[in-house]
């Protein structure tokens, strides 16, 4: 894969592309993937960035990119360009300008340095705390405990994710983010023995778009609005069985739509209900076994 940037004002459109080396003006930020057919180069993946105008070719940010590291690669130039880029005049917000201006070497060792840093967000809303060698764990945790970072909490907690929402998202249907505290209040509450979820995936998003990554959660909530006594309320469409892993990952499937208002309880009574079944050790099991009735049941109220 190549990464090409040519004029391009990051992150805000990536192109994947067929590999074309010949062509390095592409005026967007290309990903050419090379996957080695034809036999005409070994299968690799490249990085490159053009420093010039638009109709000069771009030139080599790195000589190989493998795929796994291909997203922090791509992070790692918009932080750069967050950081040491201009955004005064719109018609400068363009990545080749920083690269002008201070020189492709340069700008290699400033995108490096934030590919470089030692904390990374994850896709689970955390932080990971990067390079910490194992005899500074217990200072470290120390230090996160006094700061109240370290408090222990079920998994399921931990790994709940909302977007942003309507508070502060002009698309925004409902509030996710206040679902995701409701939720958390809920369960903490509930007498559920929540270490026994294990790391459950609830995934909320405040509108059918999926920056909350609903379709992958086991449990999904996207924001949704229905007309109840004549009057617009919000709701939440609900999935369940979103299935992530490498080469099996599936999308969970839609069940069906309840008021926002209901959401904790639902999610208290589903949970409750799994932890009761004979399946409580595997939530796809439970699914399965129990089948779409059984899963559906305490949404029944609703
Ligand atoms: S999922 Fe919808 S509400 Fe949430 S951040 Fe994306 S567009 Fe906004």
Redesign the pocket.
Known sequence: MALFVGKCILPRRLRNSSPDYSNRTSPKLSLLVDDGAGGQRPRQELAIVSGKLAAAAAEFLEEFVPASQRHLVVEAIKRAFDQHGSRKDRHKVRLRFLVERVGLEAFRELYREQLDQPVRATQSQNLALRWVREDELPALHARLLRLGLADSQPLVLQHLVA????ST?R????L?RELATAIVSTLSRSGLDLDRLGPLRVNI????????RHPLGQVGL??AVRRVNGRLAPHYTVLLGGHLEEGKTSLAAVKGTIPAGTVPAFIERLLAAWLQSDQRHDWSAFLEAQGEQFAWEPLAPY
């Open positions: 977007c942003t929402g309507a998202c698309l925004g249907i409902c996710s998003s405040g509108c059918p778009n999926s920056c909350g996207a924001g």
